[in-house]
């Protein structure tokens, strides 16, 4: 398995811009997650889906933040104005219930940086 | 109240030397209990998971669970400089998983 893909691995963008990070979970895993990292707050979940459908996205800071996910193989994270202090590294997760827990596995995370 | 609690560190042990790492969560509903490592400008990767209350060893790494107390604690033996990074304790509850903001472990040659 090739495990959770994220592209780009890193992006630079001019304040304003329109900002999209993908994600591609592990096939089979029903659960994928958005989170985001900074030295400040840690890792913060953004949104999560359950079999393609948002369960939760009261952890997106703000409606410049958007998430799709249309179906099972892909998902992107838009962020539109973008500004500087949503520069962070952007982490996709997905899970499956294992029968004790839920297998969860991180991709490599985009790092963006906006100026 | 943050629902996981960690020590920022940072934590400074000798190569060789039992390196502690402490965890408190605040949910008595809190079903499994997980230690990530994540290396500077790397992913965090899964290393342990624990669910019941008592110990469980992989190796070097050893979890302690105590529910009552709502700690869970991470020992690794036999340190190594490669294990300098950060660790990060995480709870499931339900489908979620909250995240503490990390311990960072330097062990010194």
């Known amino acids: 398995d090739a495990g959770v893909i994220q592209s780009p691995r890193h992006e630079v963008t001019e304040m304003g811009q329109e900002v999209t990070l993908r994600c591609k979970p592990i096939?089979?895993?029903?659960?994928l997650f958005w989170y985001r990292q900074t030295m400040m707050r840690g890792l913060e979940l953004l949104i999560y889906?359950?079999?393609?459908?948002?369960?939760?996205d009261s952890g997106m800071p703000e409606d410049r933040f958007s998430a799709k996910m249309p179906n099972a193989s892909f998902s992107t994270l838009k962020i539109q104005p973008s500004e500087p202090r949503d520069s962070a590294v952007y982490f996709c997760?997905?899970?499956?219930?294992?029968?004790?827990?839920?297998?969860?596995?991180f991709g490599s995370g985009t790092r963006l940086t906006v100026v | 109240q943050k629902e996981v609690e960690q020590n920022s560190g940072p934590l400074s042990v000798p190569e060789g030397a039992i390196a502690s790492l402490n965890c408190t969560y605040s949910?008595?509903?809190?079903?499994?209990f997980f230690w990530y490592r994540q290396y500077s400008g790397k992913s965090p990767e899964l290393i342990m998971f624990?669910?019941?209350?008592g110990d469980k060893e992989d190796g070097r790494f050893t979890a302690q669970l105590n529910k009552a107390s709502q700690y869970v604690s991470l020992l690794i033996r036999d340190s190594q400089p490669s294990d300098s990074a950060t660790y990060l304790c995480?709870?499931?509850?339900?489908?979620?998983?909250?995240f503490g903001t990390g311990t960072s472990l330097t062990v010194i040659p």
């Open positions: 997760a997905s899970s499956r219930w294992t029968g004790t827990s839920y297998g969860y596995t």
């Open positions: 096939s089979g895993h029903d659960y």
């Open positions: 889906f359950n079999n393609n459908v948002p369960i939760d």
């Open positions: 949910d008595r509903g809190s079903q499994s």
């Open positions: 624990i669910y019941s209350n």
């Open positions: 995480a709870v499931n509850i339900g489908n979620q998983f909250y």
